[in-house]
């Protein structure tokens, strides 16, 4: 169950209420969740004749833009505010939805320059529901979720038995496919995330800086099919802004083994990944003391966390986590790999060190592991 929330605003369309966005909140409501408009003015005269008997609420909430209401309301139902789904056109719908916790939307029709800026836009009232459909069938939380002493690791789903043959591979092209597609399903997949990053308590963290990790052969342009996404999602989740679009975290300076598709070798030597990338110089002196995360799409062995890690810890991060929207297998390991040269330039031998290696300690939830792929496949 998911809690709807908007207000008058969001859904009024050229003075009028919008038919579409009126069914489609009846209709979530109808889903078994509950709805409501709320507004610091009292109920306009459409309210009754639009949505009287449907079960949709109106609240009078002066002051509603501090996110207590939604807060409130969520407690009411035995919910957590991150399962709260905000539709916004206005910044007070905005502020009501960020400062709660919640999931926020933006109205695509909307001209507030803050709710432009939101990671997620529904287009139209179909889109706004296909959303909160596929939003719906999200247990909310981490498939796999571990820490070491050094970093975090969250996954969202086991992908071990979903494919035959090359599964990183599929999987890649299948979440490519998403994320350069858009509509319903890459903004379903960033609000399922958001809302799974919101539960662990990104949302009122401080510093929060985020990346992620390059492809094989990165442009280091911040085109990576996962740069976007992890803008979208920085935006959906949190209220700052310490990364810069078009300047990605990591430079990839030479292009590296791309080891999803590498025949042999050992999975957990990092030398390849270290002697391929450095931090963006644009960063520097940005990173101390921040808690970064870093996005990846699939993780096997972890090693690109371990070398993101690393990079980021040379540069003075006060928390790494690593986030992979799928884990292969049980392979997962931990890495204490120490950058000793300057991680804003390219590491050569001798200017790292590779550490010990050992399994990455964790916990799973069997809940999450078919969702992810429902999603995509949608």
Not at 227 to 248: C, E, I, M
Not at 291 to 304: I, K, P, Q
Request: aromatic share 8%.
């Amino acid at each position: 169950m998911l809690i709807v929330a908007t207000s008058p605003n969001a859904i009024v369309r050229n003075g009028m209420p919008d038919a579409g966005l009126v069914n489609a909140l009846v209709e979530a409501k109808k889903s078994g969740n509950p709805v409501g408009l709320f507004s610091n003015h009292a109920a306009p005269a459409w309210y009754a004749q639009h949505f009287n008997g449907s079960g949709v609420q109106y609240l009078h909430e002066y002051g509603r833009q501090n996110g207590k209401c939604l807060q409130a309301n969520a407690a009411k139902f035995q919910l957590q505010p991150h399962d709260v789904i905000v539709l916004a056109t206005t910044s007070t719908d905005l502020h009501m939805g960020k400062n709660a916790g919640a999931v926020v939307l933006a109205g695509g029709w909307s001209d507030d320059a803050q709710v432009k800026a939101l990671g997620v836009a529904v287009d139209d009232a179909e889109e706004f529901a296909r959303v909160l459909s596929l939003c719906a069938s999200w247990p909310g939380g981490w498939w796999f979720s571990g820490a070491t002493d050094r970093y975090r690791v969250l996954a969202l789903a086991d992908l071990s038995t979903m494919y035959k043959g090359d599964a990183q591979q599929q999987f890649g092209q299948m979440l490519t496919a998403v994320v350069k597609g858009g509509g319903a399903q890459l903004k379903a997949l960033v609000a399922v995330v958001a809302r799974s990053l919101l539960a662990q308590g990104f949302g009122t963290m401080d510093e929060l800086l985020w990346g992620s990790y390059p492809s094989s052969a990165s442009a280091n342009n911040d085109t990576d099919v996962l740069s976007d996404f992890t803008h979208r999602l920085r935006t959906t989740v949190s209220r700052v802004q310490f990364a810069k679009r078009g300047q990605p975290l990591f430079i990839r300076h030479t292009p590296s083994v791309k080891r999803s598709t590498a025949a042999q070798g050992n999975r957990t030597d990092p030398a390849n990944q270290v002697e391929t990338l450095h931090l963006n110089p644009v960063y520097k002196n940005r990173l101390a003391g921040k808690n970064v995360v870093v996005v990846d799409d699939c993780t096997t062995y972890g090693l690109s966390f371990g070398v993101a890690e690393a990079f980021l810890r040379a540069a003075g991060a006060k928390s790494v986590t690593g986030v992979a929207l799928g884990k292969f297998g049980a392979q997962l390991r931990s890495y204490q790999i120490q950058i000793i040269s300057n991680p804003f330039e390219p590491v050569v031998a001798g200017g790292y060190s590779g550490g010990e290696v050992g399994f990455f300690p964790g916990t799973t939830d069997y809940a999450a592991q078919q969702a992810l792929l429902t999603l995509l496949q949608s």
